[in-house]
């Protein structure tokens, strides 16, 4: 079929549309990538570069070193660890209790089961903000540490979260198999671990990868209850409190290259799973 | 998942002669539905009913943290000092003969400083806005002219930020929806700055928009000739806003463009291949067959994001510091830098209250589904 002109102007018009929607999207790291490649002299000079450039002779000179300095830092490598620590055990054990109680509220006759249903779905929406002085004064009181008071606090998003999406998947399973599996003898409970679960691995994934990222991401939280035991922090709190080696000024080169490495690892997650995670951030909200 | 497509039947089962036995093995079920529901609900409550009760308690007392004092009950003031307002007359200076003073310079009348005007007793009111009507001005004083100040500037930041992002997410999602090569990778671009901890993003911009032409919005301004290249975006009043506005729609407009898409997805195509037979438009076709059906997506998605804005933290707590506040961020500092647990609680219920009346709003529109 030839294009007839309005056609060649329709592609270039969405083509032209693609490329304005990427350069938006990415300009952003594209910046922090060339100011994490500066020296401390490049980054002051004006204007500054869209490459990194030799101050003297305009050449193309990007450095390493803030790379360097950032895996040296004591601060933001303890920060990968506490993040990594409260990211997977918050996923994890939401995940646990969440399915047990996805099971019952998508698979089982009970009384009070609308309003469970209606108290997990708002709680969906609980602002943390609400909570936070309540929470730290109970952790102040209890001086519980600040990595499981993470973990613990930031159950008030993902377990919600996790229940609500699994419900769902649990009620669009065929009752069938339930029944079937009674009458061969199983208990509920074994229909449940031996049968159901292992058939919603998919929506475990799908949940799991969404409550870790939400759980990487928290600031609120990790801010709040670190401020008395910095040796907790998580990324985000290092990385919006970064202090370089030895300037006083803020080292945005740092703070730059910081940005990228923690970045990468989740570019990586959204390239091997974008479809899970499309999957379960519309879950909520179109499904409904 | 809709209930419609999966209908659970075993509600309706017949009443049998082993009556008995059925309503045995649905004690058991009704037992293990518990058991299961049991430690969610334990969670739940350490981590947000017992809390936030303790919130609204506290939102009754002068309590602070790490001193020694007793607490009161001191009923509501914490909110009377939190959102007091009053709005008084402000009369121009008069000289000793009785004539309203004019500066000499700009030919302006002479006001005195409003402090002089507003109430000391029994709660100091300060300055917080002045306003001209009908040629009178007015000063608008407030007891806490941060807080109000912060509700004023989260709310037109919520509002403002999420029709951007629905205009924008809404033409980004209409050009990704349409077949072409690289969509897969489109997503992924589109995934990343939603995937980002808002700290590495706010951090991010907070560099792009330096005060000096080493930031990238000051080339690009001067650039265009929009200014000297010297635009102190984070320090200057007038620029705090619009540059909060402009990072939280770059980092939440994809995830809305991915709602709004996975919304498109599910509108059948033959609706427009009956359309375009019946000759209407593109234009005809995107308010007769798009909008509509995409409008439950969209209403969902609206409130999701109204939600998620009025609570803003990290991007205002990041950049913008003590400079200027969200309502969170607000709060925030009441209780860690100033210790200030009751009245930080007090600023905890407003911003509670006022989602807690848009959550309400989103159940009824959604409802839950019944089984």
């Known amino acids: 079929m030839t294009k007839t002109p309005s056609a060649w102007i329709g592609r270039i018009l969405f083509w032209l549309a693609i490329v304005l929607i990427a350069v938006y999207l990415l300009f952003p790291f594209y910046w922090a ?22 101050p003297g002779t305009g050449d193309v000179a990007p450095t390493l070193q803030n790379y360097g300095a950032v895996f040296r830092n004591d601060r933001f490598l303890t920060g990968l660890k506490n993040s990594a620590i409260v990211a997977v055990s918050t996923t994890a054990i939401s995940l646990m209790v969440g399915a047990f109680a996805a099971f019952a509220l998508g698979k089982l006759r009970f009384r009070g089961k609308q309003p469970s249903l209606y108290l997990i779905l708002s709680m969906t929406m609980f602002p943390q903000v609400a909570v936070l002085t309540g929470l730290y004064a109970v952790i102040r009181t209890l001086s519980i540490p600040a990595i499981p008071s993470m973990i613990l606090s930031y159950m008030l998003f993902t377990l919600p979260f996790t229940t609500w999406v699994m419900t769902s998947f649990f009620e669009g399973l065929p009752n069938e198999l339930m029944q079937s599996a009674q009458v061969d003898g199983a208990t509920p409970f074994q229909t449940f671990y031996m049968i159901l679960l292992p058939l919603t691995l998919p929506a475990l994934v799908t949940t799991g990868l969404l409550a870790f ?76 | ?69 007793e607490s009161h009950f001191i009923g509501l003031a914490n909110y009377s000092n939190l959102l007091s307002l009053k709005i008084v007359e402000l009369q121009p200076e008069v000289d000793d003969t009785g004539q309203v003073v004019v500066d000499p310079d700009t030919g302006e009348i002479d006001y005195p400083p409003a402090v002089s005007v507003l109430p000391r007793e029994p709660r100091r009111y300060r300055e917080l806005a002045q306003f001209g009507l009908l040629g009178n001005r007015y000063v608008i004083g407030a007891t806490d002219p941060e807080f109000v100040r912060a509700i004023y500037d989260t709310v037109a930041f919520t509002v403002i930020t999420v029709a951007l992002e629905t ?93 709004l898409l996975a919304g498109l997805q599910l509108i059948p195509s033959d609706l427009y291949e009956a359309a375009d037979v019946d000759g209407a438009g593109k234009l005809r076709q995107f308010w007769s067959v798009t909008l509509p059906l995409l409008r439950p997506t969209l209403a969902v998605a609206l409130v999701f994001r109204t939600l998620d804005a009025i609570r803003v933290f ?14 969170a961020s607000f709060a925030y500092y009441r209780l860690i830098d100033g210790q200030l647990m009751g009245y930080s609680s007090a600023a905890s219920v407003v911003i509670f209250v006022i989602i807690f009346v848009f959550a309400i709003l989103y159940i009824r529109m959604l409802g839950v589904r019944n089984d």
């Open chain 2, 167 to 259: 205009v924008l997410g809404l033409g980004i999602a209409l050009v990704v929806n349409s077949k072409f090569k690289g969509r897969g990778m489109m997503r992924v671009v589109m995934l990343v700055p939603w995937a980002i901890p808002t700290a590495v993003s706010s951090r991010m911009w907070e560099w792009m928009f330096k005060d000096t032409r080493a930031g990238f919005f000051n080339i690009l301004f001067q650039d265009l000739g929009l200014s000297n290249g010297q635009i102190p975006f984070l320090v200057d009043q007038a620029w705090q806003l619009p540059a909060m506005i402009a990072i939280d729609v770059w980092k939440t407009t994809p995830f809305m463009a991915l709602l």
């Open chain 1, 213 to 288: 990222i939400n759980a990487w991401n928290e600031y609120l939280f990790a801010l709040t209850f670190t401020t008395i035991e910095p040796d907790a922090r998580t990324v985000p709190v290092a990385i919006a409190l970064f202090t370089g080696e030895v300037s006083f000024q803020e080292p945005f080169g740092e703070i730059m290259a910081a940005a990228i490495v923690v970045t990468i690892p989740l570019l990586f997650l959204v390239l091997i799973f974008q479809q899970k995670i499309v999957a379960g951030l519309t879950a909520g909200a179109v499904k409904g």
């Open chain 2, 314 to 327: 990290d991007l205002f707590q990041i950049v913008l510091q003590q400079k200027r506040y969200s309502m």
């Open chain 1, 33 to 54: 990538i060339n100011s994490s490649l500066k020296t401390e002299s490049q980054l002051q000079m004006t204007p500054g570069t869209y490459v990194p450039r030799s």
């Open chain 2, 1 to 69: 998942m809709s209930a419609e497509s999966v209908p659970i039947n075993h509600e309706q089962e017949p009443a049998s002669p082993k009556r008995r036995g059925i309503s045995d093995l649905a004690k058991r079920e009704e037992r293990l539905a518990y058991v299961l529901l049991i430690p969610t609900l334990i969670i739940l409550f350490v981590i947000a009913f017992y809390p936030l009760g303790s919130v609204f308690y506290n939102s009754l007392s002068d309590r602070r943290f790490a001193s020694g004092q």
